[in-house]
């Protein structure tokens, strides 16, 4: 099963969980993925994966352990206006350079997510899968290792971050891929770098 964590005090509740952070790409031929993950005070070195690869890793280590944390950078829900069209989900999509969730690389990344994530529902139907949506920008996100390093490590409590909470009428990736209606977005974790 797949939730959101929707709160900071939930998120708080749920950090001595295993974690596991997720720099999303989308491709077969290059390692476009980094994965990161941290249990029992144990952290893994960060790894540039492959998309098969990384969402494999995440079944893996979903197996390996009852309940877990995963942080996915990637959009996890989509905004739009009064009239339908795409909107930014807050001030963060917008600066310092518009990288809204239905943009360029955004919208590839939904799309993404929409896979992985049912993959990963599919092969983990007995576990618990805590989901919170990662988000980086700029000259931040280019070793996908370090980002996704840098989300556990945010998400753990161990590094500066902003916590953002998606709109009220956000359209979730899990309604889309899961028919699981009715479930609240994940909150936006964004590390924070000098």
């Not at 919208?107 to 899968?129: E, I, K, N, R, Y």
Request: proline share 7%.
């Amino acid at each position: 099963m797949i939730l959101a964590i929707d709160s900071v005090l939930k998120a708080a509740a749920q950090r001595n969980l295993p974690v596991m952070a997720v720099d999303l790409g989308f491709s077969g031929a290059t390692r476009s993925c980094g994965v990161a993950a941290t249990h029992d005070g144990e952290t893994a070195r960060p790894a540039a994966q492959r998309f098969g690869e990384c969402v494999s890793t995440v079944i893996h280590f979903a197996h390996d352990h009852r309940e877990i944390v995963l942080v996915i950078e990637a959009p996890l829900c989509a905004a739009f206006d009064e009239r339908g069209n795409p909107a930014p989900r807050g001030d963060f999509e917008r600066s310092p350079r518009a990288r809204w969730w239905s943009l360029g690389a955004g919208a590839a990344m939904a799309l993404a997510a929409q896979h992985f994530l049912s993959t990963v529902h599919d092969a983990v139907p007995d576990g618990t899968v805590n989901l919170v949506e990662g988000f980086v920008v700029g000259a931040d996100s280019g070793d996908h290792g370090q980002v996704a390093a840098d989300l556990m490590l945010a998400f753990v409590g161990l590094s500066d971050s902003a916590w953002y909470v998606p709109p009220a009428k956000s359209k979730l990736v899990l309604d889309w891929v899961l028919r699981q209606p009715g479930q609240p977005s994940p909150l936006i974790l964004a590390p924070r770098y000098a």
